[in-house]
Every structure is written in C-alpha cells, then in structure tokens.
C-alpha cells in the first residue's frame, strides 16, 4: 500500500499551532486563567467538548431548578389543597398541580437527554485546557458531594490546579 500524500499539514499540525500561537505570541509563557477560559474568537479553533460541556451543565442546572419548582409547588398544594389527603384523580383534577405534571413531563425527558449528552461529551476528545475543565466539572456536577466527599474535592481541587496553569 503506498503512504497517502498529502498537500499540505494535517488538521492535527494546525490545530497544534492555532493552540500554541498565543502562547508564541506572549513570549512561550504557560496559559493563564483567562486564556482557559476567554470565549471562542476567529483566530482560536473552538473545542467541541467544551461546547458539549457547557450543554451538560445547562442540562444539569435545568434539573436542579426542576427539583426545587417541584418542592415549591408540592409545598404550596399541601399547604392550600391537603395535597397528600387528595386522591389522585382529585390530584390530577386540579388545575394548580398542572405545574407538578408539567415538571414531571420535562424531567422524564431530561432522564434521556442528560445521559445521551454526557455519553457524547465522553466520546468527544478535549482540545483545549478549557475543554478538559469544562468535562472534569461536569462530573463534579453529577458527583452527589455527601455520597463521595473525598472524590468530589478531589475533582474540585484539580479543577482550580488546571485553572491555575
């Protein structure tokens, strides 16, 4: 089999030299925090991880605003409509608890959306500092803190140890 020719740099080379050439340019310094973290311009490639990290972590705080709109409204309807003394036709019956059913629609759909996401944010490969961060704080974000305290700060301390670089 003949070695494929090619006309030029391979995508790797380039994007090998977009990433090096702000460090280049400051003198061969490392990277800073807000290198890490400055937004996508025209000159800098965009990490696709990084996309698809921040899509994890939006998904991820959606849930978490759900869970608490959820504990409010169950409060309020137990609160103004003996909610748990209401069968569940009567449950289903009131209109106020439409925002409960509402809520559950969204988190059934949330219960396939935010895996699938997290499954292509794994086969993503990072291509930046910031990509990286971007997946280690997704796992932070589904990591429960009570349930694995020493790992989550773990992560959390090597999330500001790659900051710093």
Avoid at 6 to 21: D, F, H, M, N
Avoid at 30 to 43: D, G, K, V, Y
Avoid at 57 to 66: D, G, K, Q, V
Wanted: aromatic share 4%; net charge positive; with cysteine.
């Amino acid at each position: 089999m003949k070695p494929r020719q090619t006309s030029g740099p391979s995508r790797r080379v380039l994007i090998a030299g977009a990433a090096a050439a702000p460090l280049l340019a400051a003198g061969g310094a490392l990277p800073t925090r807000a290198i890490a973290q400055a937004p996508p311009t025209e000159n800098v490639p965009v990490d696709p991880a990084l996309e698809l990290a921040r899509q994890c972590l939006a998904l991820h705080r959606e849930n978490e605003r759900l869970h608490r709109r959820w504990g409010d409204t169950e409060a309020w309807l137990a609160d103004n409509h003996d909610w748990f003394k209401l069968t569940e036709a009567q449950q289903r019956a009131l209109p106020e608890a439409r925002k409960l059913y509402d809520i559950d629609r969204r988190f059934a759909a949330l219960k396939k959306e935010r895996p699938r996401e997290m499954r292509r944010l794994r086969r993503t490969p990072a291509k930046s500092l910031a990509g990286a961060i971007g997946k280690l704080r997704v796992v932070v974000a589904a990591i429960e803190p009570d349930e694995f305290p020493s790992a989550y700060r773990l992560l959390e301390a090597t999330i500001r140890d790659l900051e710093s670089l």
